[in-house]
């Protein structure tokens, strides 16, 4: 029986193009031209606010995200569920902002080893803390997050992008003061065996 051989296609005959490399078609921080009816300056202004609020607030879904996998106690269920969807919600805010940072022209922050350098979220150590010092530590860092947004946001309202102020107003601000109204109360010394 003879082979036949068929000639290899043009583009490769369906074999992946691993390894390639190439120069990077947009540095951070810049802006590529939409016609979205801002200016350079107010776009280029939004993209640096937003991708700061980006990168906190990525640190912030990662605080979320240990907490849940770490939280231990008598509310252990409870809490455990609540951070997972808090974490959830904070997912949408970090797609949503990094879709807005793109939509202005500019590059949103993506990479882990880049967010760390942006946030002004400290740090926590790699191990467990307590329970009430998990939960210190995520009120925190909404509330360096929502002070933030609200000077962004009235800043970037007064050059005239409406798009950016809604998102930061509708989503980052009110989500995070709900949350922060959830995680506080779990902070409340009642007992729960006696009144």
């Given at each position: 029986m003879t082979s036949v051989s068929t000639p290899a296609h043009p583009s490769g005959g369906g074999q992946p193009l691993l390894h390639q490399k190439g120069v990077e078609t947009q540095a951070f921080?810049?802006?590529?031209?939409?016609?979205?009816?801002?200016?350079?300056?107010?776009?280029?202004?939004?993209?640096?606010?937003?991708?700061?609020?980006?990168?906190?607030?990525?640190i912030l879904y990662s605080l979320y995200k240990k907490s849940h996998w770490l939280m231990r106690g008598a509310t252990f269920y409870s809490l455990h569920l609540m951070l997972d969807k808090h974490a959830e919600d904070q997912?949408?805010?970090?797609?949503?902002?990094?879709?807005?940072?793109?939509?202005?022209?500019?590059?949103?922050?993506a990479d882990p080893r880049h967010v760390a350098e942006l946030t002004s979220v400290p740090r926590p150590p790699d191990g467990v803390e307590?329970?009430?010092?998990?939960?210190?530590?995520?009120?925190?860092?909404?509330?360096?997050?929502?002070?933030?947004?609200?000077?962004?946001?009235?800043?970037?309202?007064?050059?005239?992008d409406e798009g950016?102020?809604?998102?930061?107003?509708?989503?980052?601000?009110?989500?995070?003061?709900?949350?922060?109204?959830?995680?506080?109360?779990?902070?409340?010394?009642?007992?729960?065996?006696?009144?």
């Amino acid at each position: 029986m003879t082979s036949v051989s068929t000639p290899a296609h043009p583009s490769g005959g369906g074999q992946p193009l691993l390894h390639q490399k190439g120069v990077e078609t947009q540095a951070f921080g810049t802006l590529k031209q939409l016609p979205i009816g801002l200016g350079h300056d107010t776009r280029l202004y939004a993209c640096q606010r937003l991708n700061h609020i980006l990168a906190d607030s990525q640190i912030l879904y990662s605080l979320y995200k240990k907490s849940h996998w770490l939280m231990r106690g008598a509310t252990f269920y409870s809490l455990h569920l609540m951070l997972d969807k808090h974490a959830e919600d904070q997912l949408a805010i970090v797609d949503a902002l990094a879709e807005r940072v793109q939509s202005l022209g500019g590059v949103a922050v993506a990479d882990p080893r880049h967010v760390a350098e942006l946030t002004s979220v400290p740090r926590p150590p790699d191990g467990v803390e307590e329970v009430p010092v998990m939960l210190s530590r995520l009120l925190d860092a909404h509330e360096r997050i929502l002070i933030d947004t609200r000077d962004a946001a009235a800043r970037i309202a007064a050059e005239g992008d409406e798009g950016s102020t809604d998102l930061l107003v509708s989503q980052v601000i009110r989500t995070g003061e709900a949350q922060v109204w959830f995680l506080a109360e779990h902070l409340v010394d009642t007992p729960l065996v006696r009144a």
